[in-house]
Structures are given as structure tokens and as C-alpha cells.
């Protein structure tokens, strides 16, 4: 089970990684050559001696122009260490290998971005012994997929859409693209996603709207993480504490879609306490433009 938005954003490009060179090729436009095989390798670097060096995720990418090898490193923050260590990953993939070694940094933050993507130089002015250039996957150039047909069109990439965007006003347009796409996959692939999209979510209420949309297409159930919330479910303990909580989900899905909620419309909602009724509503409410269609079959 992932647990944080640092192993999400590498161990996506597990799940799926054709969606690390199609994000070379397509966000950052780097002319990679298009993979014939990809599989995933030991990430241990380390040495006899007991110093402990481990990369967040490594692919080996057979391709028509040789063989590659993919770093692709979580940085959260700015961590100046990393000039040195990320230097030592690839000279020693090299040296072991003997394949090219290609260094790829994700994160969230834009600030974290731009120092990344600085290159790192070794010699002095005019004369460098070694340059370390990364490719890095940030704010600044994944696209932000908030229209549908988009979504469906490339969901791994909707994906790490949502795992890099997540937040801000953009963020429900992104969610709910995102959901709708999720059923055009299989279940399993979807309930992974899910999970990667909910480790990076940061904002308490991108989070809680995530978790809301997921119950109501009932794919957030299909993944051990929905054990935890099922379990705080347990402890309310009352078959009405578990209703109101369905009916208050109903309602902020209308309310992050922006849509108006009469006060009459949110008295029937919040008096319901048929769980397969408020069920009902909030798949409706997913897909709603105006509050009044919650009861159109009805």
C-alpha cells in the first residue's frame, strides 16, 4: 500500500512505464527512442562497504538505438545532497551496467522543480570534468488534464495529472475528469491509481472530495486502502452516523462541482437514511448539473 506522496510519484511509472517515455517524449519533448521492453530493476546501489545508496526506481528500457537505464527520483524539497548522490547513481549504473544511464526527477513543487532541473558540474569554469543534467516532471510542464475525453484518451497520464496538480481551484476539474476516466479501465488498474492519487493529495478537502467521488463510483472500494475508512466508519458505531455522513458527501460533491443547493434539496438529502438511496444520489451527483437531478428518477 503507498503511503506517501514521495513513493507515489516514482512508483507510478512501476505500475505503467510506458508512461515515463511518453512523459519524455510528449511533456519534456526529448526525442527518447520508443521502447521495445521495459522492466523494472533492483533499486539497491549500495556497496561492500556499509554505506547505504538507493534509488527511488529503476527501469531498463530496450529500445532500437541501445539499452537505457531510467532513474526516476521523488524530490519533495530542495535537498542540496543530491548533487552529490544523484552524480554517484549514475556513474555507478554505468560502471555496472555498462548502459546509459538517463536521471528523471518528479515533484509537486515548483520551487523543488527549478532547482532540480539546475545542471550539476564537477571542474572548474570553462572545464567541466562531469555535468549532470536531470529531466525534471513538475507543475511547470505536466499537463493539467481537466476535460474528460482528454482524460480517457491517456489516463496514466491524467494520473500523474491529478498526483502533480492536485490542489487549488483546478483541482476539482481535475478529480472529476479523472474519475470518469477511471471506468474506462479495468478495476484492478483503477483501484491502483486511486491510491496514487490519494497519497499525493496534501489539501484536506482535494482529499475528502477524492475519497467522496471514489465511494460514489465505488472503485475506492475495491483497494485495501478503503480498510481505513471503513474502519472509522465502524467506530461511529450507528447506522444513522453512517447515513449522515453519505448525505453530507452528497452535498459537497454538488457544492466543489459548484453547483447551487436549494435549502428544500439539502433538507431531503440530509432527512435520508436509506444507504442505497443516498448511494443512488451521489453517482448522480458525479455527473449533475443542476441539484434538481439527483431525484430525476425518481
Known sequence: ?????????????????????????????????????????????TEIEPVEHRVDTLLRAETDEGTYLLVVESQRKV?????????????????????????????????????????????????????????????????LITDERQAEKDVPLAVLSAMTHGRGPQAPAILESLAAALRTIDPDSAAVFVQFVDSCLADPQAKQMWRDLMTAIQYFWRHPLAEQVREEGREQ???????????????????????SVPDSIRERVMACTDLA???????RAVGATDAAELFAEE
Open 277 to 283: 438511496q443516498l448511494e443512488a444520489w451521489a453517482q
Open 79 to 143: 535537498d542540496e545532497r543530491k548533487r552529490g548522490s544523484w552524480p554517484y547513481y549514475l556513474s555507478y549504473l554505468y560502471e555496472k551496467y555498462r548502459c546509459e544511464p538517463v536521471l528523471i526527477v518528479t515533484t509537486q513543487s515548483s520551487t523543488t522543480a527549478k532547482w532540480a532541473s539546475q545542471p550539476i558540474r564537477f571542474g572548474f569554469r570553462g572545464w567541466h570534468s562531469m555535468t549532470v543534467r536531470p529531466l525534471v516532471l513538475g507543475p511547470d510542464n505536466v499537463p
Open 1 to 45: 500500500m503507498v503511503s506517501s506522496s514521495h513513493e507515489a510519484l516514482h512508483r507510478i511509472f512501476q505500475k505503467d512505464p510506458t508512461l515515463l517515455t511518453k512523459a519524455l517524449q510528449k511533456v519534456l519533448r526529448v526525442p527518447f527512442p520508443e521502447p521495445r521492453e521495459i522492466a523494472a530493476m533492483n533499486v539497491d546501489l
Open 237 to 259: 458505531g450507528l447506522e444513522q452516523g453512517r447515513a449522515e455522513a453519505k448525505a453530507e458527501m452528497v452535498l459537497r460533491i454538488l457544492e466543489w462541482r459548484g453547483i
